[in-house]
């Protein structure tokens, strides 16, 4: 994940991004980022097992569309976007028990109401992440939260069993539950179904670390389920933040409301037909420029799409996909900033720094290093080549990445006025080719505009439009999560 924490733009996993977004100094928030290792998508465990073949997924991914193929827990893909790691064991329990007796504070109780608003079959609900003592926890239908477990003779994935679904009522209903005390790395789960999770156990805790679905693995045991999921943390130290993200893909619709004494907070989400419509015009936009951006949905056995991957997920498992896409922008790119400056503003006490290309690199004054040609993979990602942040960079690198970044993504670098960034409004992104059409698609079917499209679709001028998907408060009464489009 990425999150600006004192100034500094940092790579945090699931649970330091929580750690870190729980201090005073925390100024954004950040979606889950796409893949750091695009070599490695289809990577060892982090304890050393590897659970799928390569060159398999690879060719399923490569198909024109890529129909799911639900498999078994040895077609899992474990990598870190979908694992939640422990950094304690379970509490002493026979057989990893509810521990129903537990007394709560009081403060840390978060009401949800869970709507139903999806016009398709039956929703299940799930809930996970860590306790206050970063132990692994799942949420049961009694309201009291279920520690998995995980047998450390057995490599393989182990199915969770225990009762974890939480069914919502028929369409136009409301189902009340409380996470009981506070939580952090969590996720709330909405399947028209079931889904299947998994624990493999962890020598570093000495516990188990769930294994969640998988958006990007057709094969995964819960790939034929439409399903999607807001995160959230809420913490003793920073209160609530929840979020809607479309970083790494866009599945079931979903849209969040947050009440407190300061007032009411709104992320409406996606339209009902989001991800159908999202897919039509990525046809049609593959048809104009002959790049696989239809090749971005996943559908079901019968041909109805389930969900759209990011460009940057299918990047990451198809290296030579959009491989010359943005070759001629950056070389038109390069030229113009030859001989004229691009003038960054860092938003920060750095103010605008001016930049030139140099040496076939971007130089920016008071940057610790430079710009090199970024690759397809390097824009969609943000996260690598040109875009990846090192420990020793300065905060002006750290500033400009996420800003260049998001202008190559939007396509305004060589626009009229485009020699200021951010500068341009938000109705000048993805008017020109090449542009991150994903990401202008999934605005256009934003109900009101919020949710992250790649991981620094925040960065936008003083007066620019907030297209940040969250809503946080330090004493939230209750969040309510409508499913199947906004009512």
């Keep these: 994940m990425l999150a600006h924490v004192g100034g500094d733009t940092i790579l945090l996993d699931r649970a330091a991004w929580d750690y870190a977004s729980r201090g005073e100094d925390t100024t954004h928030y950040h979606p889950p980022r796409p893949y750091q290792d695009q070599s490695n998508l289809i990577m060892k465990t982090f304890f050393g097992l590897v659970v799928a073949l390569v060159a398999l997924f690879q060719l399923a991914l490569a198909a024109p569309v890529v129909i799911v193929d639900p498999g078994n827990a040895g077609d899992i893909i474990i990598t870190k976007e979908n694992t939640i790691n422990a950094t304690n064991p379970a509490p002493p329990s026979s057989n990893s028990s509810t521990l129903a007796a537990q007394k709560w504070t009081k403060s840390g109780k978060l009401p949800l109401a869970l709507r139903n608003n999806f016009p398709g079959g039956a929703i299940n609900a799930y809930v996970t992440g860590l306790d206050r003592n970063n132990r692994l926890v799942m949420l049961k239908p009694d309201g009291t939260f ?43 789960w909405f399947a028209e179904g079931k ?77 009902a037909d989001a991800v159908s419509s999202i897919c039509k015009e990525l046809k049609a936009q593959g048809a104009r420029d002959g790049n696989p951006w239809g090749d971005l949905c996943m559908v079901g056995p019968g041909g109805k799409p389930l969900r759209v991957l990011a460009p940057s997920d299918y990047v990451a498992s198809n290296p030579r996909a959009f491989g010359n896409y943005w070759n001629d922008y950056n070389n038109k790119v390069w030229s113009h900033y030859t001989s004229n400056h691009l ?64 202008a190559f993504n939007r396509g305004t670098l060589l626009k009229t006025g485009g020699n200021i960034q ?42 620019g439009v907030d297209q940040a998907g969250v809503v946080a408060d330090a004493q939230p009464e209750l969040l309510t999560v409508i499913v199947g489009g906004p009512l």
């Design 146 to 188: 279920f520690y998995p477990s995980a047998n450390r003779n057995i490599a393989a994935p182990q199915l969770v069993t225990a009762n974890v679904a939480i069914p919502l009522g028929a369409r136009g209903s409301t189902k009340h539950i409380t996470i009981p005390d506070y939580i952090s790395s969590a996720r709330v």
């Design 195 to 271: 889904l299947k999770f998994f624990t493999i156990y962890s020598d570093a805790s000495g516990g188990p670390s769930l294994v969640e679905p998988s958006a990007v693995n057709p094969s995964d045991p819960s790939s034929a389920i439409n399903w999607g999921f807001v995160e959230l943390t809420n913490t003793a130290n920073g209160g609530l933040y929840a979020n809607i993200s479309y970083v790494d893909f866009v599945g079931l619709v979903l849209g969040m409301k947050l009440d407190s004494a300061d007032g009411t907070q709104i992320a409406k989400g996606l339209r």
């Design 343 to 406: 003038t960054i503003n860092t938003q920060t006490a750095r103010g605008h720094v001016n930049c030139k290309v140099s040496g076939n690199q971007i130089k920016c004054d008071g940057d610790n290093r430079g710009y090199a040609k970024p690759t397809a993979g390097d824009i969609f990602g943000c996260n690598s080549g040109p875009f990846g942040i090192l420990g020793s960079d300065n905060d002006v690198h750290r500033a400009v990445v996420p800003r260049l970044c998001a």
């Design 422 to 463: 951010p500068g341009l409004a938000a109705d000048h992104y993805y008017s020109t080719t090449p542009s991150n059409w994903y990401s202008k698609f999934v605005h256009q079917y934003e109900v009101d505009g919020k949710g992250y499209a790649f991981p620094y679709d925040d960065v936008n001028p003083a007066i």
